[in-house]
């Protein structure tokens, strides 16, 4: 992924860079293209397909357009100027290229940036192994018959191309988040994004904004942008030299460090996935861990590194963002629960000292059952020292008394599930013991716990604002 781009999207641009005998500079300019790095106007290259089959008309036919985009004969400006002349209707060409009144919009195409704009169309028409052809076939023939929405062909090819950026550029999402959180970081400082890092309260106020401008992110969605946000502008570098670039691309080196930067990224959150996942698929018996154990465990390891260095965001979320959750079911099933105007008010929110006493009994119980499997791992070996003994003890005990299913099945059987599972269960432990040790720590000045009667009064209007149609929106479902 050195060059922004995945496998698939390489051997796509290879296919058409290869078949046209693309200049190296024309090449260059089709992958930019593709992955979205043409400045100022990304889409802008689609506006300019679409006005160019327009433009060629070829009798309002699909068919015709496709047959002039793949003919490997029209690959040379002086080609297509030749075939071209000879076809397109009345009044759209000249002795210089395309010409296309669209609107109040006057469009020209020469004919060497048709050359560039030929091997995009057909980039667009057999990418994914002809995924698209059949579709954008169809737009085709919709944009060629009157009264030729051009407008609408645009919208469709930029749907397109960015449903293939997000499955196989994977600079894009990441771009798109760096640029709404640079932009707000930089407004609300009133100053450069420089070297400074963003703070808690920083990701309330981003999410905050969002809600008063008329969207309705989840939280959580929000934090996690975050989290990416500052895992790849520590491996980029600092925050001033990505404000001010126009782009990522803009940044010295970005095609060999982009590799690095999506490798560590894609490391970092494979071990918070895999922990969760592990969680998530713990065996229903031995009921090591019931349902909402999990669902606890996995909302605040998942956060990954903020349960360890913003635990205030991490209460947030688990407490707030649950209660946002809880409305957004709601609408979506248009019914079941309290109602909306009810939820807003955040009475039901757990306090952030429950969720860390939660947290807390969390590991107490993780370390039982981390007793339990050791226990199960040594067998029946018997140790000279006392303290081992009694340690031992305690734990062959504890599995008598466990009233959980599967803990009385056969000791063998239990020896077998609890080796499959006690090294995540050890792992999770200290990512708990993480948690709950910043947790107890000030941040600016106050415990994290402490803020919980301000922050329910923050979500509460926040929500309010977000959701205040949300019963009408129900009563007229019903």
Same mark, same amino acid.
């Given at each position: 992924?050195?060059?922004?781009?995945?496998?698939?999207?390489?051997?796509?641009?290879?296919?058409?860079?290869?078949?046209?005998?693309?200049?190296?500079?024309?090449?260059? !300019?089709?992958?930019?293209?593709?992955?979205?790095?043409?400045?100022?106007?990304?889409?802008?290259?689609? !506006?300019?397909?679409?006005?160019?089959? /327009?433009?060629?008309?070829?009798?309002?036919?699909?068919?015709?357009?496709?047959?002039?985009?793949?003919?490997?004969?029209?690959?040379?400006?002086?080609?297509?100027?030749?075939?071209?002349?000879?076809? /397109?209707?009345?009044?759209?060409?000249?002795?210089?290229?395309?010409?296309?009144?669209?609107?109040?919009? =006057?469009?020209?195409?020469?004919?060497?940036? #048709?050359?560039?704009?030929?091997?995009?169309?057909?980039? +667009?028409?057999?990418?994914?192994?002809?995924?698209?052809?059949?579709?954008?076939?169809? !737009? =085709?023939?919709? %944009?060629?018959?009157?009264?030729?929405?051009?407008? =609408?062909?645009?919208?469709?090819?930029?749907?397109r191309i960015n449903l293939y950026r997000q499955a196989h550029v994977p600079l894009a999402p990441i771009e798109?988040?760096?640029?709404?959180?640079?932009?707000?970081?930089?407004?609300?400082?009133?100053?450069?994004?420089?070297?400074?890092?963003?703070?808690?309260?920083?990701?309330?106020?981003?999410?905050?904004?969002?809600?008063?401008?008329?969207?309705?992110?989840?939280?959580?969605?929000?934090?996690?942008?975050?989290?990416?946000?500052?895992?790849?502008?520590?491996?980029?570098?600092?925050?001033?030299?990505?404000?001010?670039?126009?782009?990522?691309? &803009?940044?010295?080196? !970005?095609?060999?460090? #982009?590799?690095?930067?999506?490798?560590? #990224?894609?490391?970092?959150?494979?071990?918070?996935?895999?922990?969760?996942?592990? =969680? &998530?698929?713990?065996?229903?018996?031995?009921?090591?861990?019931?349902?909402?154990?999990?669902?606890?465990? +996995?909302?605040?390891?998942?956060?990954?590194?903020?349960?360890?260095?913003?635990?205030?965001?991490?209460?947030?979320?688990?407490?707030?963002?649950? /209660?946002?959750?809880?409305?957004?079911?709601?609408?979506?099933?248009?019914?079941?629960?309290?109602?909306?105007?009810?939820? /807003?008010?955040?009475?039901?929110?757990?306090?952030?000292?429950?969720?860390?006493?939660?947290?807390?009994?969390?590991?107490?119980?993780?370390?039982?059952?981390?007793?339990?499997? %050791?226990?199960?791992?040594?067998?029946?070996?018997?140790?000279?020292?006392?303290?081992?003994?009694?340690?031992?003890?305690?734990?062959?005990?504890?599995?008598?008394?466990?009233?959980?299913?599967?803990?009385?099945?056969? +000791?063998?059987?239990?020896?077998?599930?609890?080796?499959?599972?006690?090294? %995540?269960?050890?792992?999770?432990?200290?990512?708990?013991?993480?948690?709950?040790? &910043?947790?107890?720590?000030?941040?600016?000045?106050? #415990?994290?716990?402490?803020?919980?009667?301000?922050?329910?009064?923050?979500?509460?209007?926040?929500?309010?604002?977000?959701?205040?149609?949300?019963?009408?929106?129900?009563?007229?479902?019903?």
């Amino acid at each position: 992924m050195a060059n922004g781009y995945d496998e698939r999207c390489a051997a796509d641009l290879a296919n058409v860079v290869e078949g046209r005998q693309l200049s190296r500079e024309n090449a260059c !300019w089709l992958a930019r293209a593709v992955i979205g790095a043409i400045r100022p106007n990304r889409d802008k290259p689609f !506006w300019d397909i679409a006005h160019a089959v /327009v433009a060629i008309g070829a009798k309002g036919r699909a068919q015709a357009v496709l047959d002039i985009v793949l003919d490997p004969r029209l690959v040379a400006p002086e080609a297509i100027a030749r075939h071209l002349s000879s076809i /397109v209707p009345p009044g759209r060409c000249d002795e210089h290229g395309l010409l296309l009144q669209a609107g109040d919009t =006057l469009w020209k195409g020469s004919w060497t940036g #048709l050359t560039r704009l030929l091997a995009l169309a057909e980039f +667009i028409l057999t990418m994914e192994d002809l995924a698209a052809f059949r579709e954008v076939s169809g !737009w =085709l023939d919709e %944009a060629l018959a009157p009264p030729h929405d051009v407008d =609408l062909l645009v919208t469709r090819l930029v749907r397109r191309i960015n449903l293939y950026r997000q499955a196989h550029v994977p600079l894009a999402p990441i771009e798109k988040r760096f640029r709404a959180i640079l932009v707000f970081l930089s407004e609300s400082r009133g100053r450069d994004v420089r070297g400074d890092t963003f703070d808690d309260d920083d990701i309330l106020a981003f999410w905050r904004a969002e809600i008063a401008a008329g969207e309705r992110p989840q939280f959580r969605t929000v934090v996690d942008h975050f989290i990416t946000f500052e895992k790849a502008t520590q491996i980029l570098g600092s925050l001033r030299s990505i404000a001010e670039a126009m782009s990522l691309e &803009a940044i010295e080196d !970005w095609a060999e460090r #982009l590799e690095a930067m999506l490798g560590d #990224l894609t490391t970092s959150d494979d071990a918070a996935v895999t922990l969760a996942e592990s =969680l &998530a698929a713990m065996p229903e018996s031995p009921k090591i861990l019931t349902g909402a154990e999990r669902d606890d465990l +996995i909302d605040v390891i998942s956060l990954d590194p903020f349960h360890r260095t913003r635990p205030l965001t991490v209460l947030r979320t688990v407490s707030f963002g649950r /209660v946002q959750s809880g409305i957004a079911n709601r609408l979506r099933r248009r019914g079941g629960g309290a109602p909306v105007s009810e939820r /807003v008010r955040c009475a039901d929110a757990k306090s952030y000292a429950d969720v860390v006493a939660r947290a807390e009994a969390l590991k107490t119980h993780l370390g039982r059952m981390i007793r339990i499997a %050791a226990t199960l791992r040594l067998g029946d070996k018997s140790f000279d020292d006392p303290a081992v003994a009694k340690l031992l003890a305690a734990a062959q005990a504890d599995i008598g008394r466990i009233r959980r299913a599967g803990f009385d099945d056969p +000791i063998e059987k239990l020896a077998a599930a609890f080796a499959k599972v006690d090294e %995540a269960l050890i792992s999770v432990s200290d990512e708990i013991e993480n948690f709950t040790s &910043a947790a107890a720590k000030p941040v600016k000045g106050r #415990l994290p716990a402490d803020r919980f009667p301000e922050d329910r009064a923050f979500f509460s209007a926040a929500f309010t604002d977000a959701y205040r149609h949300g019963d009408a929106d129900d009563d007229e479902a019903g």
